[in-house]
C-alpha cells in the first residue's frame, strides 16, 4: 500500500517552489505534488477552503505572478474568471513560484 498523505508525497523527488499570499501575506514552500491549499496548510497557513475539490469557490484567488496547473480537468471557474488570473487553491500546483490573493467574499 502507498502512502499518499501529503508528508510521504513530500519526500518523493517533486519540484518545490515558493507561494506567497499578498497582501503582504505568509510565504510557505510549494511542492508540485501538493495542492496550493495543501501546502499552506501543512505549514500553518491558513486560507479560505471549504469543500476542497474545486467546486464551492470557498478558496477562490486571483494569481498576481506565477502559474498553475490544476488536478483536475475543468475546475469551478467560468473561461472569462480563469482568463481574469482566478484560481481555486485547492485544486491549483504550483508550476513556478506564485503570488496569489484570496478574493474576499467569493
Known amino acids: 500500500m502507498t502512502d499518499s498523505t501529503p508528508q510521504a ?15 503582504g ?17 501543512l505549514e500553518g497557513v491558513r486560507l479560505p477552503s471549504s469543500c476542497r475539490n474545486g467546486t464551492c469557490r470557498a478558496c477562490m484567488s486571483r ?9 483536475i480537468e475543468w475546475p469551478g471557474l467560468s473561461p472569462d474568471e480563469k482568463d481574469d488570473g482566478f484560481i481555486l487553491p485547492c485544486v491549483a500546483c504550483a508550476t513556478s513560484d506564485v503570488v496569489f490573493e484570496p478574493v474576499a467574499g467569493a
Open 25 to 41: 501575506g505568509a510565504a510557505f514552500s510549494a511542492p508540485d505534488s501538493l495542492s496550493l491549499l495543501e501546502a499552506a496548510l
Open 63 to 71: 494569481l498576481l505572478a506565477g502559474s498553475v496547473r490544476y488536478r
Open 9 to 23: 508525497i513530500l519526500a518523493g523527488n517533486e519540484a518545490e517552489y515558493t507561494a506567497r499570499v499578498a497582501p
